[in-house]
């Protein structure tokens, strides 16, 4: 059983371009968060998703950022017109039951986002 | 709202040492506390996941604990050894999971 896969590794995209960056969950997982990581600093929750579903994105700038999680296929972030403070780590986790629930997740390896 | 605080933010010891990471939080009614090992560069590690109705977890030469009424949880390492040398993260599950800042530990051989 792979863990949580996430591609790129690494993404470097120029000022004012899109970043997409991808996450599929380990299998059997159907809920999906991501977090932003800023350079010496903690885990940001940005989005929870469930299939199909945003359940909540309270951490998600309101601007420029989107996320979901399609029926088939990984979970998508998307940055729109990057900017230099969107650089960081994105990193995506993956439970099997709801948050709240008291399950564990499960971390990707992240994508590094550079915005030169 | 859940405030997630952890001491130190850098800790340096010699090989063989016992220490404690120490995590604090403001909200007690919580699921579940994870500790995570997170290395440069890369991704986080599980280590130990504490459900809110026990006190403690262990696994190898880790010991984690929670008194969930004061808001505190510690990450006790055993004998420690420079491949421990890591962020180490604590994250506290309630209405969503949220991290504290992180221990940078660094083991000298």
């Known amino acids: 059983n792979a863990g949580v896969m996430q591609n790129p590794r690494h993404l470097v995209r120029r000022r004012g371009q899109e970043a997409r960056l991808r996450c599929s969950p380990m299998?059997?997982?159907?809920?999906v968060y991501w977090y932003r990581q800023l350079p010496e600093e903690g885990l940001k929750f940005m989005v929870y998703?469930?299939?199909?579903?945003?359940?909540?994105e309270s951490g998600m700038p309101k601007e420029r950022f989107s996320a979901e999680f399609p029926k088939e296929g990984p979970s998508i972030l998307r940055i729109q017109q990057v900017v230099r403070g969107d650089s960081a780590a994105y990193f995506c986790?993956?439970?099997?039951?709801?948050?709240?629930?008291?399950?564990?997740?499960?971390f990707g390896q992240g994508t590094r986002l550079t915005v030169v | 709202k859940q405030e997630v605080t952890q001491i130190p933010a850098a800790l340096s010891v010699p090989e063989g040492e016992n220490l404690v990471l120490n995590c604090s939080f403001t909200d007690s009614a919580i699921y579940n506390l994870q500790w995570f090992r997170q290395d440069p560069g890369k991704g986080l590690t599980s280590l130990l996941l504490i459900q809110s109705s026990q006190r403690e977890q262990t696994s190898g030469r880790l010991n984690a604990s929670l008194d969930k009424s004061s808001g505190r949880s510690t990450l006790y390492i055993a004998a420690s050894q420079p491949g421990d040398s890591a962020t180490y993260l604590c994250a506290v599950s309630s209405n969503d999971m949220r991290f504290g800042a992180g221990t940078r530990l660094t083991v000298k051989p």
């Open positions: 986790a993956s439970s099997q039951g709801a948050r709240g629930l008291g399950t564990e997740a499960f």
């Open positions: 998703l469930q299939k199909e579903n945003i359940i909540d």
């Open positions: 299998k059997g997982h159907s809920h």
